[in-house]
């Protein structure tokens, strides 16, 4: 037996780019449908757990999918804006408590997640390195952000600007990292966490002043006399928020204006929960109060919809790959009918080239199911990043 | 060592028929067959070695009647008497010199493989003037090359018998020279004998006797 490996062996490798190609086939097989299994049960795992402990969600009405992608797992689209009058709302109710969520920006392709401390203890997320966020400007990062951007505390990180060509708009923000947060194998560890303050400074909606008298960088300066300073419109390429100018930071209006993207609601008991989505089920209502549990499953249905249709057409290819394999064999031994009349010359029996041929067989199957396996194995390992970059952002 | 009597053969269709009323080859000769091609110089090798059997008539190597010998037996019989070297080399491209050499021992229990017979390989392959290329693959030698490393192949289970088909068929003049002399050599160190297919007229004079094969179709063979 030894002996037919060796020779195999020899053949495959000599072969290389059909010996390639087959293994690349066979993986594949394999490969495809596991991982997929794998990919879909950590995305319907990962999408349960973070829905099922979010009892409730308000937000402005039109797509609940768009609203609990964005609030649970922070997902790129944004759904449309509602105002801390939401808030405010829930809390009057005395049904639960409500916490602000307003994630719309980005730094450096991480979610910005402008909240409150409430949020932090409602998720049961703690910092492991530095302290809380404190004052305006400040931030606390995911332990996934702070290892994949080299953040730690007393470190700054420049929020993204949302639009490349409108330098009037959102104008990017210069935050320190006040902490870094334990390790919650959530969407919040690759999360930003700002108060709702800063997020609305990002924003635009809350800005300071600089005063111009005291200005240092000659450039700055257009024209200065004595009783009149004039500054240049030099551009700025990021603001960022002092000890020297937090004080000349302020917001203009009322905040009950101000925008966030949802509201979690965390009802005190079952019956309050009920009770609160009663109070949005008026047709001139403009915001919808959704349970994520149920937006998830609902999304998960189509997923697994589409798994079974992807199945059947794994299936098929993977039929399909089989029966060419066989015919690249059949061929293969045909090819080879010269060599095998030769090798039967030598002395070999009918069973030993049976073996030969059953030895190359068994290495290309063997060296496929070790690939496939060691692929199913890393995505197994990155499964939980994979799914969040494939299925959730 | 070769005596065959009454033979005959022929395929279960077709025209070719071969009919030899008496042969035989001496222990020790070294005997050419020359003859047209489809005259069944091929089939005669075949059918000493045991790769196809009679439809008629005695056929014994060495003593034992090859032509009574089952599927397995003719097998066995093969790999433990008769070293074959082809036309065409025949070599593996897969492999290299030196496991080409010793393939013979890799797909049969009848010859078994240790350290003497990897050293006899090496040795003989020196011999042949090979014993530099040892670790080339087949594909990468040059005509005369393979012929040599065929004829190692065939001598490393020391046959009584060898039987050669045109084994000078593809060299250049110089090579058919080396390579006879090398596989004269061989044998004569081995005590085998050597039964030769040729076309090479020039190569006759060198063998111990020359047989034409026009002579058992009926053919003038002055």
């Not at chain 1, 798994?307 to 039929?319: P, Y």
Request: with cysteine.
């Amino acid at each position: 037996m030894i002996d037919s490996l060796y020779i195999a062996w020899k053949y495959i490798r000599f072969n290389k780019a059909r010996t390639v190609t087959l293994i690349a086939c066979i993986t594949l097989i394999g490969f495809l449908p596991v991982s997929l299994e794998l990919l879909l049960d950590e995305s319907e795992q990962q999408l349960m757990s973070r829905a099922a402990t979010t009892p409730l969600v308000v937000g402005a009405k039109g797509s609940s999918l768009d609203l609990v992608m964005n609030t649970l797992y922070f997902g790129d689209e944004v759904p449309e804006l509602i105002t801390m009058a939401a808030s405010d709302r829930v809390m009057q109710t005395d049904l639960a408590l409500p916490i602000p969520v307003y994630v719309r920006f980005r730094a450096r392709g991480h979610p910005i997640v402008g909240t409150t401390l409430d949020y932090f203890e409602f998720r049961g997320l703690k910092v492991a390195e530095g302290q809380q966020m404190a004052v305006l400007g400040d931030c606390v990062v995911g332990a996934g952000a702070a290892e994949k951007l080299r953040l730690k505390p007393g470190d700054e990180l420049v929020s993204s600007p949302e639009n490349m060509f409108d330098l009037a708009g959102i104008y990017p923000l210069k935050m320190k990292v006040t902490g870094v947060l334990k390790k919650s194998h959530t969407p919040d560890d690759l999360a930003v966490f700002v108060d709702l303050k800063t997020a609305w400074v990002i924003q635009g909606l809350g800005h300071g002043h600089q005063d111009v008298t005291v200005l240092k960088d000659p450039t700055l300066v257009l024209k200065r006399t004595e009783d009149n300073v004039a500054a240049t419109a030099k551009l700025y390429h990021y603001m960022e928020i002092t000890d020297e100018n937090i004080n000349s930071f302020h917001f203009h209006g009322h905040m009950t204006g101000y925008p966030v993207t949802a509201v979690i609601a965390a009802p005190y008991d079952a019956k309050s929960g009920t009770i609160l989505q009663g109070r949005y089920l008026s047709k001139e209502e403009r915001h919808q109060i959704v349970e994520p549990e149920e937006v998830i499953d609902g999304l998960l249905q189509n997923i697994f919809r589409i798994k079974n249709v992807l199945d059947a057409v794994i299936s098929v290819v993977a039929l399909a790959t089989v029966m060419a394999i066989i015919l690249v064999f059949a061929l293969s031994i045909r090819l080879r009918q010269r060599e095998m009349e030769t090798v039967f010359k030598l002395g070999c029996s009918r069973m030993t080239m049976a073996r030969l041929v059953a030895s190359e067989i068994l290495l290309i199957v063997v060296a496929s199911g070790l690939l496939c396996t060691g692929m199913v194995l890393l995505v197994d390992q990155f499964s939980n990043d994979l799914v969040r970059t494939l299925f959730i952002r | 060592m070769i005596h065959i009597e009454s033979l005959i053969f022929h395929y279960p269709s077709g025209e070719f028929r071969l009919e030899i009323p008496a042969f035989t080859v001496a222990r020790g000769e070294k005997m050419a067959v020359i003859g047209p091609s489809g005259s069944g110089k091929t089939t005669l090798l075949n059918l000493i070695s045991g790769i196809m059997t009679p439809v008629k008539g005695t056929l014994n190597v060495d003593n034992i009647k090859v032509n009574e010998l089952g599927d397995t037996e003719r097998r066995v019989f093969r790999i433990s008497n008769i070293g074959f070297v082809f036309q065409d080399f025949e070599l593996l491209d897969y492999l290299n010199v030196l496991d080409n050499i010793l393939h013979p021992y890799r797909i049969t229990s009848a010859l078994k493989m240790d350290r003497v017979v990897k050293q006899r390989a090496m040795a003989l392959a020196k011999e042949m003037g090979i014993g530099d290329k040892l670790r080339r693959m087949a594909n990468k030698l040059s005509q005369g090359e393979k012929q040599r490393a065929a004829i190692c192949r065939a001598l490393l289970p020391q046959p009584k018998l060898i039987l050669a088909d045109e084994a000078t068929g593809n060299l250049d003049p110089d090579n058919k020279v080396l390579i006879l002399d090398s596989l004269f050599r061989a044998v004569e160190e081995q005590d085998a004998t050597l039964l030769a297919v040729t076309h090479d007229h020039e190569l006759l004079k060198r063998f111990d006797r020359v047989v034409d094969f026009r002579k058992f179709q009926g053919m003038d063979a002055s």
